[in-house]
């Protein structure tokens, strides 16, 4: 595939590569104007151009020493936030961390409350970050509300649908995940959920002009054809490779409708699975959201004395040695996520050879090798008499 890339990069026109945006965008219902191709590091120092009041293009993120510029997200929120101020120069103090809600959703009250805070000490609140689909569990934040503060407050509004933005495209997704429509951008990520080969990132801008506002320079040595879309513009990279090349043949190979069963049949598999976990004595059902499930390997016996701390310790080991085991055992592979301070095994369905039999076997399998690492790690102390 790099190889016909390579040679094809220069033969396909701009315009085509437009279109392909475009109807990406569309799949995505309308919600971002065009322009694919670059990831949310990318977009960072557009946001901050756009909100800020004073040209940070020309004078950099630092003129204005006493009025820091504040990022806000949850603190669901994946490590590229981290790279991404760092990167951009503004520091990873600039994020303020909020706090969410039982679903692991940011609460939408203290990200008023902080932004009003920030503004009185004479800071420059200027993006929220929101998510459709956490790294973790897949928890969507309330995105209408968000944005609803955003368009209060004039800041820029960016959701990271990197893994779970393409399931706004079908209707089994819940609702929330459709409020990315409203986005000033998006991230998306088709080595994700449209299965496509590492690596493809895509970032989805409403107004283009921003790009080109932020990242165009026309110096004379680059001779440029205004009539065509010259990417160049609308990013950071000069020479690129041909990234997209991969995912528009898949599009055209698998069509929207092909891409809308795939996901719903992922999302159906991943509750199916939350399902046949529930049922399971031995285990316990942590959340369920989008194609991810998150679950943890409680022995029946312990299942009483779920809250005490030294049991709670010892599952907290049993499920990190199950999830390395299950790795390097080769029968069935999950992650592992954080959920409620508690250690957990994540299975997260982005496949589309995925079936009902494999998420039926998931259960057993899991219990068996947790029985096995229990009766290894668990402390004389905490067995029952
Ligand atoms: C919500 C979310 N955002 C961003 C990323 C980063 O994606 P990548 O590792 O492909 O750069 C991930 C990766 O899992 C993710 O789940």
Redesign the pocket.
């Known amino acids: 595939m790099d190889t016909l890339a390579s040679r094809y990069r220069d033969r396909v026109p701009d315009r085509e590569m437009d279109r392909r945006a475009h109807w990406l965008s569309h799949q995505l219902r309308r919600t971002a104007g065009q322009r694919g191709q670059y990831?949310?590091l990318r977009l960072l120092p557009r946001g901050a151009h756009c909100q800020a009041d004073w040209d940070i293009r020309k004078h950099g993120v630092f003129e204005n020493p006493g009025r820091k510029l504040r990022v806000y997200c949850s603190g669901e929120t994946?490590t590229?936030i981290q790279k991404a101020t760092d990167l951009g120069g503004l520091g990873t103090d600039s994020i303020r961390w909020i706090a969410t809600d039982s679903k692991s959703r940011m609460d939408v009250s203290t990200l008023r409350r902080q932004i009003e805070a920030d503004t009185a000490a004479g800071d420059a609140p200027f993006l929220v970050v929101g998510?459709a689909?956490?790294?973790s569990t897949g928890a969507v934040d309330p995105l209408p509300e968000i944005s609803a503060l955003c368009k209060e407050y004039g800041m820029w509004f960016h959701v990271?649908g990197?893994?779970?933005g393409f399931a706004a495209a079908v209707p089994q997704a819940n609702d929330d995940v459709r409020g990315l429509c409203l986005a000033d951008s998006i991230?998306v990520?088709p080595?994700?959920w449209l299965y496509a080969p590492l690596?493809a990132?895509c970032a989805l801008v409403r107004d283009p002009e921003m790009l080109r506002a932020a990242f165009a320079y026309h110096p004379p040595y680059y001779h440029f054809d205004e009539q065509a879309t010259n990417y160049v513009d609308y990013g950071p990279q000069n020479s690129r490779g041909f990234r997209a090349l991969k995912v528009w043949l898949a599009l055209r190979q698998v069509g929207a409708e092909g891409y809308r069963k795939m996901i719903a049949d992922d999302i159906r598999l991943s509750r199916a699975m939350a399902q046949a976990i529930s049922r399971h004595a031995e285990l316990e059902l942590m959340t369920q959201d989008l194609s991810i499930t998150t679950f943890r390997y409680v022995p029946s016996d312990l299942r009483a004395r779920l809250r005490e701390s030294e049991v709670e310790i010892h599952l907290d080991a049993l499920n990190r040695e199950l999830v390395d085991r299950l790795q390097r055992g080769g029968e069935i592979f999950v992650s592992n996520a954080i959920v409620c301070g508690r250690y957990v095994l994540r299975a997260c369905i982005v496949n589309f050879h995925t079936t009902q039999s494999d998420v039926e076997a998931v259960p057993d399998i899991v219990a068996r090798i947790g029985c096995e690492v229990d009766t290894e790690l668990r402390p004389t102390t905490s067995r029952s008499q």
């Open positions: 990831g949310e994946h590229w998510t689909g956490s790294v990271d990197a893994y779970g991230a990520d080595h994700k690596e990132g």
